[in-house]
Nanobody, 125 residues
Framework: QVQLVESGGGLVQAGGSLRLSCAASGRTLSSYTMGWFRQGPGKEREFVAAIRSSTDSTSYTDSVKGRFTVSRDNTKKMVYLQMNSLKPEDTALYFC??????????????????WGQGTQVTVSS
């Protein structure tokens, strides 16, 4: 069993930056594909970014490319989402998710076995 705990959310002005962290308990993180998702008010949960197991290849949704960076520190069992040039439309509850496998369709929420409780990001205009 893996537990995921997000932190680092908060209120920031447009153009500002935040770094989200996801702490994982349990087994070796390197074998897990880790994803970040978000859910805005009245919206469905959507894919933001992911870093795949073993290869550390990354994927991003188009709206955050060039602004967000996903990374991991396997020794600390941490996953990060650096968010720069934040926009009001980035306002959402951000979730960390994980699954112990490599796969390409990292945007698919159904592929992930473990989810955190989320951390709120609010971007003011």
């Amino acid at each position: 069993q893996v537990q995921l705990v997000e932190s680092g959310g908060g209120l920031v002005q447009a153009g500002g930056s935040l770094r989200l962290s996801c702490a994982a308990s349990g087994r070796t993180l390197s074998s897990y594909t880790m994803g970040w998702f978000r859910q805005g008010p009245g919206k469905e949960r959507e894919f933001v970014a992911a870093i795949r197991s073993s290869t550390d290849s990354t994927s991003y949704t188009d709206s955050v490319k060039g602004r967000f960076t996903v990374s991991r520190d396997n020794t600390k069992k941490m996953v990060y989402l650096q968010m720069n040039s934040l926009k009001p439309e980035d306002t959402a509850l951000y979730f960390c998710a994980g699954v112990e496998k490599y796969f390409r369709q990292v945007f698919d929420t159904q592929q992930y076995a473990y989810w955190g409780q989320g951390t709120q990001v609010t971007v003011s205009s």
